[in-house]
């Protein structure tokens, strides 16, 4: 049984490192000095979110881009208040979510796209802002390379208290295995709240259709799906000037439904990658929990636990350090706890995405 965790967790290890050493591949970009010229829209799809659709419109008040040059669709997804747009002096329009299938989400990217004039689109979240740089760096990189889609950086406002913390660390490793995959050509995830692509290519990939029966995965089905299409199109926009900040939950079980949503879909990847890389990270963090246990109860030798301990920590941390020092100038609190911990809160979530249910927005799905 030792045995076969110590490989079960070299094989993490390997799996970990090779994402490290994408991530250093992926080189950083902030260049702003070709003239602006992309069009863009800006979907956010937004249900309940009076207080936090101020803060973002006020964030692309302050872009560093043309005002004539984008515009931003507001999708109301059966907001229980009506938002009433300020003054402001850039296009912004609301409309109401059509709802088809099972994913209000995607329903609302697929509602705006009938009013996109642009070739261009972007969806983020209605609790996000940007930086005032966000659509001059994507501009510029869209000049400079034959791209149809770009996936970008996001990261967390946090607090002081371990659960936000907790969510940092944990973003950061996603984050910091999104851009390790596209170092080493095997990307497959991405995050909605930053991702452009053209609406021709959209259309070529027939949108959503084939997942829209899941409520969650606007961002990485679509992104596996230009990636089996045309891999050299896609990219991954490593810069600091197009990162975008969220922010973090404010309670546990919020959080644990929000993992739930986010793994529910790994089943249903078109990336074989994405698939294997999920079990084997499921597998690793089962694995320190299968040699816990048994030391605990004295059934096994401190050097048995301790390795796995180690090796796994190791590598998650020189992940974790590199990516959370490209998203943000906040230091990491709490690694040790987190680490701790999270191997229990990663293998609940997984377990009970197979067959739990969750709440999201006001709905269970």
Not at 8 to 24: E, K, N, P, R, S
Not at 178 to 201: E, P, R
Not at 208 to 213: E, K, L, R, S, T
Request: charged share 15%; hydrophobic share 45%.
């Amino acid at each position: 049984m030792i045995f076969v965790l110590h490989i079960v967790i070299i094989l993490y290890c390997v799996a970990i490192a090779f994402l490290i050493y994408g991530f250093t591949k992926v080189n950083a970009i902030d260049y702003i000095g070709l003239t602006p010229k992309t069009k863009f829209s800006i979907i956010v799809p937004f249900r309940n979110e009076a207080e936090n659709l101020p803060i973002l419109l006020e964030s692309l008040s302050k872009l560093n881009y043309p005002m004539e040059l984008f515009e931003v669709i507001l999708v109301n997804d059966f907001s229980e208040v009506a938002f009433k747009i300020p003054s402001l002096k850039f296009k912004v329009s609301v409309i109401n979510n059509v709802r088809v299938t099972n994913s209000p989400k995607k329903d609302a990217i697929v509602t705006a796209m009938q009013t996109v004039n642009t070739d261009w689109i972007i969806t983020t979240d209605a609790d996000c802002t940007v930086n005032t740089n966000w659509l001059l760096t994507l501009d510029n990189y869209i000049q400079l390379h034959d791209v149809a889609m770009i996936a970008g950086a996001v990261t967390y406002d946090c607090g002081n208290s371990f659960l936000h913390h907790f969510q940092q660390l944990d973003l950061a490793s996603l984050q910091g295995a999104t851009i390790g995959s596209f170092g080493i050509n095997k990307g497959f995830m991405c995050n909605g709240a930053n991702f452009a692509y053209t609406k021709s290519l959209f259309q070529e990939l027939n949108g959503f259709n084939g997942n829209d029966a899941i409520a969650s995965g606007d961002d990485v089905f679509l992104l596996q799906k230009a990636i089996a299409k045309s891999l050299e199109k896609v990219h991954y926009l490593k810069s600091q000037n197009n990162i975008v900040i969220t922010k973090p939950l404010d309670d546990w079980k919020s959080l644990f439904y929000q993992r739930v949503r986010w793994a529910s879909k790994t089943s249903s990847y078109q990336s074989t990658f994405g698939k294997g890389l999920g079990l084997l990270v499921f597998a690793g963090n089962l694995c320190w929990l299968f040699v816990l246990g048994p030391w605990v109860l004295g059934l096994t030798a401190f050097q048995n636990f301790f390795i796995i301990c180690v090796l796994k920590f190791s590598v998650d941390t020189v992940l974790i350090y590199k990516s959370n020092e490209f998203l943000t100038k906040t230091k990491i609190q709490y690694l040790i706890l987190s680490s701790l911990f999270y191997p229990f809160f990663s293998v609940s979530v997984a377990l009970y995405s197979l067959f739990g249910k969750y709440e999201w927005k006001g709905r269970k799905f």
